[in-house]
């Protein structure tokens, strides 16, 4: 029990401090997450738009391979990216091994069928009568999509928000590309794990209690949007 | 001027013909009612009409011009017509939003977007809610705000799907004056389904009813026979 105190106190005091190390960690995991987010979200959104607004042969299937690809565990796609960025790979000229670059391109498959599953639920959820008053009022093809995308904004937001929560708290990934070298690739997660193994679970608690933070902050400023909205 | 011409003109899902129509004509600047029992087939023309459905069969003219239902050449007439759905739906933005967005699909420069949609929010008595959240409005505000929104684009002719079906009484009145207010002052052509005989003839310069897919009476209220005839018709 006084390990659980103890452990958290110090822990509050690390943060009020604002050590230098874990900031870094923090700064680190925020950019990588941030980047990851907004490359899924660049092609999650619109694959997810196509396959709910579209009607094309196999789309089913397509729906279907997307929701099995939500039980990728990280440990398998580090190791599919390692195969090809590794020195023996075909991107291995590319020097992208333990790099912040690396842990990008892992977490963005790791969270692109999430965006694009959850984009594909928002489009769904929007009633027919929007499509078909947008079609009655003469819009194209285009602006009858930018109604449907509009309309499903929240749930689109709420994509981005639920795929910036699973980067944020991985770990697979970001241990086998990134390789948690201090200062470079070191997340809040790998943090959390090396100083777990070495026994000293003050920065570890730290780090927890920033995670969780965040994701009650972002989840906080979500509702905020969604409640004025709804006002 | 006509302004439909319906000729041999068949709808059919899953081999059961649901609109079965060997000739129509429908003319311009008139108010008309269209009847009949629910599964006549009133919202399947409707919808005809509105462009945003395709017959199985048969031929139809729009302004003496013979329709091509393909969507390129379907979706310019769309811009001829509007029409109001029995629930209409609003956009989550706001009433003047709303009435907006028909305006910005047809190009139009925005001081001329802003006085036609005051003139148009002025038309069914909702002016000041212009800048109010759509989705907070009352079932009779959306549903005057849906008429707003689709007249304010100007169109040939408002098609409106049960236009009273889900108001109370002092909306219903408001409703239909507004509906003679637009076809006197604008000259829009309207043609509006509902099972309200008194409506209808209170209402229309001519009555459709329709039954199985079917025209089963054209008739031309001008006359005092058919109004009469009608009034104590059982159809619909």
Same mark, same amino acid.
């Not at chain 1, 390789?179 to 000293?200: I, P, S």
């Not at chain 2, 098609?159 to 219903?172: M, S």
């Given at each position: 029990m006084n390990l659980i105190v103890d452990s958290f106190l110090s822990a509050i005091n690390l943060i009020l401090s604002l050590d230098a190390e874990m900031i870094k960690i923090v700064e680190v995991s925020l950019s990588v997450s941030a980047a990851s987010t907004l490359f899924a979200g660049v092609i999650g959104i619109p694959l997810g738009f196509f396959v709910a607004f579209e009607s094309f042969p196999g789309k089913r299937l397509v729906i279907t391979l997307l929701n099995t690809l939500l039980a990728l565990p990280t440990v398998v796609i580090g190791l599919f990216v390692y195969a090809f960025i590794s020195r023996r790979g075909i991107f291995g000229a590319l020097d992208l091994l333990y790099t912040q670059k690396a842990m990008v391109i892992g977490q963005v498959i790791l969270v692109l069928p999430i965006v694009a599953t959850f984009t594909i639920a928002a489009i769904s959820r929007i009633d027919e009568r929007y499509r078909k008053t947008a079609m009655t009022l003469g819009a194209d093809r285009l602006q009858t999509a930018s109604v449907i995308f509009r309309e499903a904004r929240f749930g689109i937001v709420a994509a981005l928000v639920a795929s910036f929560g699973r980067v944020i708290a991985e770990v697979g990934i970001s241990m086998m590309?990134?390789?948690? +070298? =201090?200062?470079?690739? =070191?997340? $809040?997660?790998? +943090? $959390?794990?090396?100083?777990?193994?070495?026994?000293?679970?003050?920065? +570890?608690?730290?780090?927890?209690?920033?995670?969780?933070?965040?994701?009650?902050?972002?989840n906080l400023l979500f509702n905020f949007f969604q409640g004025r909205y709804d006002r | 001027m006509t302004l439909y011409r319906l000729s041999q003109l068949t709808k059919t899902y899953n081999d059961r013909t649901v609109l079965d129509i060997p000739f129509l004509e429908i003319e311009g600047g008139k108010i008309y009612a269209l009847m009949g029992p629910n599964g006549a087939g009133k919202t399947t023309l409707l919808n005809i009409l509105a462009f945003l459905d395709v017959p199985t069969g048969g031929s139809l003219y729009f302004n003496s011009r013979p329709v091509q239902f393909s969507d390129a050449a379907l979706q310019p007439l769309r811009k001829e017509v509007a029409m109001v759905d029995q629930h209409p739906i609003l956009f989550t933005t706001t009433v003047y939003k709303n009435l907006e967005f028909g305006l910005k699909v047809r190009k139009i420069a925005r001081g001329e977007r802003e006085r036609m949609i005051n003139e148009a929010l002025e038309m069914v008595g909702m002016q000041e809610f212009a800048q109010a959240p759509a989705h907070r409005l009352s079932g009779g505000e959306t549903q005057r705000v849906a008429l707003a929104r689709a007249?304010?684009?100007?169109?040939?002719?408002?098609?409106?799907?049960?236009?009273?079906? %889900?108001?109370?009484?002092? %909306? @219903?009145? /408001? !409703?239909? #004056? /507004?509906? *003679? @207010? !637009? %076809?006197?002052? *604008?000259? /829009?052509? !309207?043609?509006?389904?509902?099972?309200? #005989?008194? @409506?209808a003839l209170s209402l229309a310069q001519e009555i459709l009813l329709l039954n199985r897919g079917r025209i089963v009476t054209a008739a031309n209220l001008d006359c005092e026979a058919p109004r009469r005839k009608l009034a104590g018709n059982p159809a619909g």
């Open positions: 590309l990134g390789g948690n +070298a =201090r200062g470079f690739t =070191r997340t $809040m997660t790998t +943090a $959390m794990a090396l100083e777990y193994d070495k026994g000293q679970f003050v920065l +570890a608690v730290a780090l927890g209690i920033i995670l969780l933070g965040i994701s009650f902050g972002l | 007249f304010a684009v100007a169109p040939k002719v408002l098609l409106c799907d049960e236009p009273t079906a %889900n108001v109370d009484e002092e %909306n @219903q009145a /408001i !409703i239909l #004056r /507004i509906l *003679k @207010q !637009i %076809n006197e002052l *604008k000259g /829009i052509s !309207i043609l509006f389904t509902t099972h309200d #005989r008194s @409506q």
